[in-house]
């Protein structure tokens, strides 16, 4: 994937291009001289080469010991500590709002590329060199061995003296450099394996043996050793005498290039290809249109290829059928109708109504009509048949699509960077990277409008010497002090014999007053504002660096409230935030650099895994090729190769926080419900917090069919409660009606005893009655005449 975009040279031309970055290396190394001498005096200075041969030489014939209270170097590791103190977070926004889903895969990936590239080791390095020398540098680029071939974007860091920037260079980033080399003394056998394709252009390649690395008069007894220093020499012979080692040069220089933005209409992607050779691959890249839809994976051809004939074959016989099926029915439709009219017709020639000869006539044309509707649905189901026509597969290239106006192009000019890598005097290769920015990313402390920054040791120089000087007059006093000086009058004692009894306790020493009586003599006391002075002094070098002694856990400064330690120690975070917002604008310029790298080199799908700061793990998938089911279209998941983004780095994400502080704010927002228990075991240090989740989910879950079960229990009780007042109730009414029952049974024989009572009390009274009317009836007939004389008179 890399080689593609390399870029050929003539051979005239690949000399001319080693002899000018021979020259311009050779111009720039001149030009910081100064700037890389100081550079090598503050690493020295940093790690204890903090006096220089004459100073100790005069502290020597003092007696003085030429102590060194190194406060520079805790400082340095203190500020490096605080900067790099967790892993920086990158945020990545998309220019369209389509590309959202992407941009948090490019979060992803970001964290991807530092941790396979160890970036908090590389970042703590360049802070080193931030606060060293002035300088840190990270280099971004695509290491074409890593993934089995398949190649990585990385990061690693440079050393400061590696790097030479145009001296004309004003920007704090070199943007307006026109060249920066690395360069730096290889062995052959580094070389090779560094570039295993050109083996034989590194052994034929041949190099001056001049290293640039500075000097000092600072003495360390031998215990510093830097890079190209003779003891990191694998031979015993000299720079100049030996043709092992061979120097590298890696030249970045801007460039103009003229690219084609090309879009292309059927999908609609966008790409920026290279004038030339790039840009005529593409126009002769092969696709395929099957059925007017264009296609770009040959796979997928033939699979669509095979679906498109499987739809037609079925969709084919479904007309063969149907229209079979058409014409069976129209014709028992036809056969129907013609016995219908035959029978009709029969009628009316029996009645004479119609002559057969009429009869056979309207029969003939009954059966021509029949024949033509019949002939007219076949043709129709022939059209039906026609119409559909088999699927049509067109090899064709990108440059038909761009005659079709299927593609659009457009031509511009655009700055670009390009690499050219020479070992020695032999040219390896050159080739343009995705971007307009310098890949190799400068971190200038306090940048002076040069490409030669200052750093903070060359700052607090004096005050480190001050301290070593002000140590060692102390040490020297001390020792004054302890060893009493006497003057003794000339002659008056034998000074060897003195001097060997002085030293031992309780012994005469015969002495001759006539001579003099000798005089102890005592070393005037230092003044207390020495000691406070050289307080003062290391007071100032932490100052100058951002750090404060409640930052480093001094805690006879701290304030003696818990919140009040909290409070000022987000305020000194401040100071060094100044410092922060340098490191956090070179984070955010690598992010810039690597995502066009990014995006030129995965191409292919790629799954990567990231481990969380508390032990999750996330996984994504880019450039997963999917087909529609329905359209048959073939689309990428994740396509990092599409949009432009915007890289920003999360302010204050390589700082400490204090714990306790943030777990306290997390649990106050727990209990006022603003967010969950997951929220909050997320920033604690809990080794095993899914673990954790799983556990207190599967208690939570535990506890809520308990309260689930409580809930029903209780429902049941209530239920049990009801049930049991039911059946009392209804015991209760059972025993009503049952009493009822009985009542109603004795009312029933009541009521039966007593219409007895009155049926008998009826009928014996009939009986009266009936016996009176006899009686009645009998007493009329014997008195008739009596009767008869009342009614005459």
Not at 91 to 117: C, F, H, M, T
Not at 231 to 244: F, I, Q, R, Y
Not at 413 to 423: F, G, P, T, W, Y
Not at 432 to 439: G, R
């Amino acid at each position: 994937m890399i080689e593609a975009y390399k870029t050929p040279q003539s051979e005239d031309e690949q000399k001319e291009l080693v002899n000018d970055t021979q020259d311009t290396f050779r111009m720039y190394s001149t030009k910081r001289d100064n700037w890389a001498l100081h550079a090598q005096e503050d690493r020295e200075f940093r790690l204890g080469k903090q006096w220089t041969a004459e100073q100790r030489r005069i502290l020597e014939e003092r007696g003085q010991a030429p102590v060194v209270v190194n406060r520079i170097h805790p400082a340095v590791e203190s500020a490096k500590a605080l900067l790099t103190s967790k892993r920086p977070s990158f945020r990545v926004s998309p220019r369209e709002d389509s590309d959202n889903k992407i941009a948090q895969v490019l979060n992803g990936l970001l964290e991807y590329i530092w941790q396979i590239s160890d970036g908090d080791t590389a970042l703590r390095n360049v802070v080193d060199d931030y606060y060293v020398t002035g300088l840190g540098a990270l280099l971004v680029y695509q290491d074409p061995t890593k993934d089995y071939g398949k190649g990585e974007v990385c990061m690693k860091d440079i050393d400061p003296l590696d790097i030479y920037i145009d001296p004309n260079a004003r920007d704090r980033f070199g943007d307006d450099a026109e060249n920066i080399i690395i360069s730096r003394m290889y062995t052959r056998k580094q070389a090779m394996k560094l570039y295993p394709m050109y083996q034989d252009a590194i052994k034929q390649s041949e190099s001056d043996q001049y290293t640039d690395r500075p000097s000092t008069d600072r003495e360390d007894d031998g215990e510093l050793v830097f890079p190209e220093d003779t003891e990191t020499k694998t031979n015993s012979v000299g720079w100049g005498d030996n043709d092992e080692y061979v120097r590298g040069y890696e030249r970045y220089m801007k460039i103009a290039v003229n690219l084609y933005r090309v879009y292309e209409k059927y999908n609609g992607k966008e790409h920026l290809l290279e004038e030339g050779r790039e840009y005529e691959e593409y126009k002769q890249t092969r696709v395929w249109k099957i059925n007017g839809q264009v296609v770009e994976d040959a796979s997928i051809v033939e699979q669509e290829s095979e679906k498109f004939e499987r739809e037609y074959q079925l969709e084919l016989k479904k007309i063969s059928e149907k229209g079979e099926y058409a014409l069976s029915r129209m014709g028992q439709e036809h056969g129907v109708q013609y016995i219908e009219m035959q029978e009709k017709l029969a009628e009316q020639v029996e009645m004479g109504n119609m002559v057969p000869e009429r009869m056979e006539l309207q029969l003939q044309d009954l059966q021509k009509s029949q024949e033509g509707e019949a002939e007219q649905a076949q043709k129709q189901f022939e059209a039906q048949m026609e119409q559909l026509l088999p699927p049509q597969i067109e090899e064709i290239t990108k440059d038909d699509l761009l005659r079709e106006k299927q593609i659009e192009t457009v031509k511009i000019n655009q700055e670009r960077i390009k690499q050219c890598v020479i070992m020695g005097d032999k040219y390896l290769y050159s080739r343009v990277l995705p971007t307009d920015k310098y890949p190799i990313v400068l971190f200038m402390n306090q940048h002076t409008r040069t490409p030669y920054p200052i750093g903070d040791v060359r700052m607090v120089k004096g005050m480190q010497e001050y301290i070593n000087k002000t140590r060692s007059l102390i040490i020297a006093h001390a020792t004054t002090s302890t060893n009493v000086k006497i003057l003794v009058p000339s002659g008056s004692v034998d000074m060897r014999e003195f001097e060997q009894k002085w030293a031992q306790p309780g012994v005469a020493i015969e002495v001759d007053f006539d001579q003099g009586a000798p005089q102890p003599v005592q070393p005037t006391p230092l003044p207390n504002e020495l000691y406070q002075n050289e307080n003062t002094a290391k007071n100032d070098i932490d100052h100058q660096l951002g750090l404060y002694e409640l930052m480093m856990g001094n805690s006879d400064v701290a304030p003696h409230t818990y919140k009040a330690t909290v409070s000022l120690d987000e305020f000194g975070q401040r100071k060094i935030r100044s410092k922060l917002m340098d490191i956090e604008a070179g984070l955010k310029r690598c992010g810039e650099v690597a995502i066009p790298m990014a995006q030129q080199l995965y191409k292919s799908e790629k799954l990567f895994r990231l481990i969380n700061p508390n032990q999750t793990m996330s996984e994504y998938m880019i450039n997963k090729r999917m087909v529609d089911d329905k359209t048959g279209e073939i689309k990428k998941l994740n396509d990092i190769g599409v949009g432009s983004y915007d890289v920003v780095v999360v302010t204050g994400s390589t700082l400490p926080t204090n714990r306790y502080a943030q777990l306290e704010l997390y649990m106050d927002a727990y209990k006022n419900q603003i967010i969950d228990r997951q929220e909050v075991l997320k920033k604690t240090e809990i080794f095993d917090v899914e673990g954790v989740m799983e556990r207190t989910d599967y208690i939570g879950k535990l506890e809520e069919q308990l309260q689930s079960l409580q809930e029903q229990i209780k429902d049941m009780e209530g239920d049990l409660q009801t049930r049991e007042r039911e059946v009392y109730h209804a015991k209760q009414k059972a025993e009503l009606e049952k009493f009822k029952s009985d009542l109603d049974s004795q009312s029933s024989k009541a009521r039966a005893a007593g219409t007895v009572f009155e049926k008998r009390l009826n009928d014996a009274t009939g009986q009266i009655a009936k016996e009176v009317r006899e009686a009645s009836k009998d007493k009329k007939q014997d008195t008739p005449s009596s009767g008869k004389k009342k009614k005459d008179s």
